[in-house]
């Protein structure tokens, strides 16, 4: 009974508690309403675009923009990994600039993608596209760069032509990298 009560209600305590104060605290007015809004305040806001439908708009819109940017993102990503991890020349003449813009903040990218961009569609998709493509990138590049080349002497030995080579070794090696850049954008 005892390790019910802990494992059941004791991981409950603290979030309840914290809504009990944010109420508190929201009906004292202590803070300004529009700032802190009380939590009845946020459930019948949320109750009221729920059934209106503005909410399934809104998640609908937010869906397209992240699917796209997840499918842009993801082929620039895949595809900039796969060909900088096969040729040195294209790591040496790509990699730098990649690595470059990947560390800047995309917040200081936003000022940039509304001008270029506009306020629209296009400029959220960018930013999302542009936030997916680094970790596939990183994720395909160290896949494909970490083969072992033990399988490429095999390949070799076998007599594996280029493609047969690409579809057993550099698609299926890199592969739960790419699944977990994947898995961690989701999350």
Known sequence: MKNTIQTQLLPWVLPVLVIVIWQLVSMAELVSPSLFPAPTT???????????????EHIQISLYRAFVGLLIGGVIGLVLGIL???????????????????????LALLPLAIVWLGIG??????????GVMFPIYINTLHGIRNVDRGF????????????SFLGMFICQVPCHRFLLASAMLLV
């Open 84 to 106: 900088n991890g096969w040729s040195r020349i294209s790591f040496f003449t790509f990699d730098t600039s990649i690595q470059m813009v990947r560390n800047i903040p995309h």
């Open 121 to 130: 569609e296009t400029s959220k998709i960018f930013l999302v596209a542009l």
């Open 42 to 56: 946020v459930v019948e806001s949320f109750w009221e675009l729920l059934s209106s439908g503005t909410l399934f």
């Open 152 to 163: 490429v002497e095999m390949g070799k030995m076998y007599g594996l032509k280029v493609g």
